[in-house]
């Protein structure tokens, strides 16, 4: 009997989940979704248990599950390897561990990960590695941060909703790890950190299962394993949208200038930062952080480009007397130009300019306090310190901001009535000269004699405008 050979159809162009299985998926995802899977055994310890208050069901079935699927979600090979940890428990005792990424929610009730952060809010050591693929896993996880929101800010306009980071916040980092600074800062670095891997998630999803040549209803059916079928569906709809497609091409344009790679691979600013603290016991400038991190293991630069500023950037250390302090006028910021705001480059995440470009003497440098979670030195005073001055600085701007919009609509208050009293009785009546006369007095009095500034500082009892630039 002759044997028919059957021609075997080649696999369309990044389709992930054939149709033809989709009834299959929504059926395992509703049990997933109905009974998350239980956790993974964890020698000597027991698992994190669920909190009784209801609106936390959700982040901790979340919990229950990472432990089980945490490696799938976080595919890089980080997330099946051990960092050596110190860990605080209850009591205040510290004990070393080897903790997989995985494995971070079955450590024992009361048992915290100790994370180091620096002066510029940024988390350092093997401790940020091991943080930085918990947070992966959270990003990933649909049911905690949804890909169907258009944004990851501005809850108003289609962004994630700040309940959400400040649940998983305090659900899901803090039972388990001990941040050396102010929680204000070790809050920033984890939903910065989330934020970003949340949107890288969001593209690799659409680079893989989306096809030009398919309709949006096939692409709608053509949903990814453990992403629920009506956030996949908004999800497309987002990114089919004209307005999200131009702005996709203007991204895609605005990468396409950056000429220049780096090669740091997965390893933070921080964390890298750190170890050249230690090879060479000072604290690494901008330029030399932008050395080494365009620079390959041979020793050669990643291009030309890249050459040519590195020895720009030489020739202006080797001019300044203040090489390793970090400021606007450092020689990064003299060869590449002005920061954007919300971020400094060659400091990584958590690095912004209200706590990086700080006056070095107004540092204080090895004074710490300690915490009564801790027990012993955790985060400095100057970090603490500058906080409340960024805090105070921006609500005296907005003090200001208010000043000026109320002396604004005085004004004009103040003209439109005497316009109305020249109109309407063809002057001002007597009653009300000495009311205009003293205004206008007080008004020629405070005329700033330069355009720079429309108001005078309280210094300025001299007669002397202070001017602004």
Request: proline share 5%; with cysteine.
């Amino acid at each position: 009997m002759s044997i028919i050979r059957i021609p075997v159809m080649p696999r369309g162009k990044r389709i992930k989940n054939p149709l033809k299985f989709v009834d299959e998926r929504e059926t395992n995802n509703a049990s997933r979704s109905l009974q998350p899977p239980a956790p993974v055994a964890y020698e000597d310890t027991t698992s994190v248990e669920a909190s009784e208050a209801p609106s936390q069901a959700p982040f901790q079935a979340a919990a229950n599950s990472i432990s089980s699927d945490g490696a799938t979600r976080c595919s890089n090979s980080k997330s099946s390897s051990s960092w050596n940890m110190e860990i605080i428990d209850s009591t205040n005792m510290k004990k070393k561990a080897k903790i997989k990424v995985k494995d971070v929610c079955n450590l024992p009730r009361g048992d915290r990960v100790i994370v180091e952060v620096d002066e510029e809010g940024a988390a350092y050591g093997e401790a940020q590695g091991l943080l930085a693929g918990y947070c992966g896993i959270l990003a990933t996880n649909a049911r905690i941060f949804p890909i169907s929101f258009e944004k990851w800010s501005g809850q108003e306009n289609g962004g994630m909703p700040k309940s959400f980071k400040d649940e998983c916040f305090d659900t899901m980092i803090k039972p388990h790890f001990h941040f050396t600074s102010t929680e204000k800062i070790a809050y920033r670095y984890c939903i910065q950190s989330i934020a970003k891997k949340w949107a890288t998630y969001r593209q690799r999803l659409w680079n893989e299962f989306y096809d030009s040549t398919m309709r949006r209803e096939a692409l709608v059916n053509n949903v990814p394993n453990d992403v629920p079928r009506d956030q996949w569906a908004c999800f497309v709809n987002y990114r089919l949208k004209p307005s999200t497609v131009e702005l996709c091409m203007k991204n895609k344009e605005n990468r396409s200038k950056q000429t220049i790679p780096h090669t740091c691979g997965s390893k933070s600013n921080s964390r890298r930062r750190h170890e050249m603290y230690l090879e060479t016991g000072k604290k690494p400038s901008r330029g030399m952080m932008y050395i080494e991190t365009h620079k390959r293991k041979d020793g050669s630069f990643v291009n030309n480009e890249a050459l040519t500023i590195v020895e720009q950037i030489e020739l202006n250390m080797t001019q300044s007397n203040t090489q390793f302090e970090v400021s606007p006028n450092d020689a990064v910021g003299k060869v590449l130009g002005p920061e954007h705001s919300g971020r400094v480059r060659c400091m990584g995440m958590g690095a912004a300019p209200t706590n990086t470009f700080r006056n070095v003497r107004s540092r204080l440098n090895g004074m710490t306090i300690s915490t009564n979670s801790a027990g012993s030195s955790s985060p400095t005073t100057s970090a603490i310190l500058q906080e409340k001055i960024n805090n105070l600085e921006s609500d005296l701007h907005n003090s200001q901001q208010k000043v000026i919009s109320l002396e604004s609509k005085l004004q004009q208050s103040f003209d439109m009535m005497k316009a109305y009293l020249m109109m309407k009785e063809g002057g001002i009546p007597e009653a009300l000269v000495g009311f205009f006369s003293a205004r206008e007095a007080n008004d020629a009095e405070s005329e700033p004699t330069t355009p720079f500034d429309a108001r005078r500082s309280a210094g300025d009892s001299n007669g002397h405008p202070r001017t602004n630039i």
